[in-house]
Each structure stands twice: as C-alpha cells, then as structure tokens.
C-alpha cells in the first residue's frame, strides 16, 4: 500500500501554494476530507479539481480516487495503532520519565513511516548492484556521514571493498576516480547538500550507478539517483530532524546489509567468522 499521508507531508515543501493549501487540510481533516468529493474538498479549500490531481499525481498516485482509496486505508490502521498519538514537543518542564518517552516514541515513528515507505522490488535491485559491483562507494556529509562510516564498517565485515571518506574535497575525489563497475551509495535526507549534489553529477558522468538514501520528496538528490531508498522523520521533538532521521537512515543499511548478508549467505558468514576472529565483528 502506498503510504499517501507519509508522501504528502514529505513533498509539502516542494508543492505550490494551492497544492499545499489543499495537503494542509488533508493532512489536518484526515477522516473528515476522505468522505468529500473532489469537488467538495476544491470548494473547502479554495482550489480547482485540477490542481488537487495534480497534487496526487506528484505523489505517484493516478488521481484522487486512487489517493482517498489509500488514505482511508491508512487512517483505518493507524487507528488500531498503539502509536497513532505522535509525541509532543519536549518542554523545558518535561520529567526526565517524559524526554525518555517523547523522544523514543519520536524515533520509533520515524522508523514505522520509514517502513512504510521502502519499496522490495528496490531494494532487491539495490542488492543486486551490491552483489555485482567492484567497489562501493560511500558519500554523505554531517548527521549522515555517521551512518555511511557505519555502513562502511558492517560491509568490510563481508570483505566487501568500500570506501569512505570524512571530508568532501576527499569525497569529491573518490566521485572523480569512480567507473561504472563501481557502486555509489549517497546518504542525504534534505536531499539538498550543495556538495553531494555536485559529487553526484560527477558519479553520473562516470556512469556509476547511485543508490539514495533520503526522504520522499522531489530533491536533486533524488532525480540523480538511479535508485532511492526513503526515509522521514517526526520533527515535533525541538524541530530537530537530525535524531529521528539519522536512526532512520541506520535502519535503511541495516535492511540492506541483511538483504545483502542473506543472498549469499554461506560465504559471508565464513567473512564474518573472519572477521570475528581478528576481533573485530
């Protein structure tokens, strides 16, 4: 099931005013705005039928049936959901029993909408390209650098060649010097860091294939990827994405490594008894 509300409020920023009218009431009149005709929700929120499908299919759906379809779908789970509260923001007169709940059950949302979000048929294709490729190359910059260097330590584990490097001069050279039997994996969830952005045209140049890890939204990260692997996050907590969306981003390699571990499975766990035998697995 296409995860509706999770993709509108992703793509809100790149939307125009009207469209984002229109998200707005949806996403704040869920029950309410599925029982209105597209007609009625035009009347209710000042727009054209047009623009509401429009809107839709910016979001990978055929029009506005299909997209109420899902959305009444979602909101019917979400209400069985122990979960469906999202947590408030954290004040300065929160216990420390409260900043534990509100930040934990923050994270764990961010990691349900995640779920929600990733697609099996990419990331068969994504470890597919880990299977045939020469070398992966890992790129990402604050927040996400910490889970591409973690990345970068669970596949030497496999023996598995990769390289990463802390600084994006250095980065930037690791795009130049890469070719096509190469494997870039690009971790960015603005999707809008000037410097991964340009090692990435450079990846393109070499034609080197590009997986993305980063949020569902229309970024140039995602239009210069060959394939994307989403993740969002709740920023209710002190406006602070890089919590939740940094644990998302870990989740997303851990799937991939498992995928990847999994497809040949005898041979890595002979690299992981390797590597815990030199004592560092």
């Known amino acids: 099931m296409k995860s509706a509300l999770i993709k509108l409020r992703e793509t809100q920023n790149s939307m125009s005013a009207t469209e ?59 209400r069985f959901s122990q979960n469906e509260q999202r947590p408030r923001e954290i004040s300065s007169s929160d216990s420390m029993e409260d ?13 349900e909408d995640s779920k929600n979000l990733l697609d099996a048929a990419t990331l068969d ?15 990402g910059l604050g927040a996400s650098l910490y889970a591409a260097r973690d990345a970068y330590l669970k596949f030497l584990r ?28 690009v971790v960015s969830y603005s999707g809008e860091t000037a410097e991964v952005i340009q090692s990435m045209r450079i990846l393109r140049e070499n034609g080197t294939p590009i997986i993305a890890i ?6 140039p990260v995602s239009e210069l990827a060959d394939y994307r692997l989403y993740t969002t996050d709740d920023e209710a907590t002190l406006h ?42």
């Open 125 to 139: 294709a994504c470890v597919e390209l880990l299977k045939t490729s020469r070398t992966v190359l890992l790129f």
């Open 214 to 219: 980063t949020r569902c939204s229309p970024t």
């Open 99 to 111: 900043i534990v709940e509100k930040v934990t059950q923050k994270n764990i949302l961010s990691l």
């Open 20 to 78: 984002r009218a229109v998200s707005n009431y949806l996403l704040t009149h869920q029950g309410e705005a599925m029982g209105l005709s597209i007609h009625q929700l035009a009347e209710k929120t000042f727009a054209s039928p047009s623009t509401i499908i429009r809107m839709c299919q910016r979001i990978g759906f055929a029009g506005y049936k299909e997209f109420r379809q899902a959305v009444t779908c979602e909101v019917a789970v979400r």
């Open 240 to 281: 602070d994405g890089t919590m939740s969306s940094r644990i998302a981003q870990l989740n997303v390699f851990d799937i991939l490594y498992t995928a990847f571990t999994t497809a040949e499975l005898r041979y890595h766990m002979e690299q992981f008894s390797v590597a815990r035998e030199a004592g560092t697995a």
């Open 158 to 185: 496999l023996n598995k060649p990769c390289v990463i490097n802390d600084d994006w001069p250095s980065q930037l050279l690791q795009a130049k010097n890469s070719g096509s039997q190469d494997l870039a994996i």
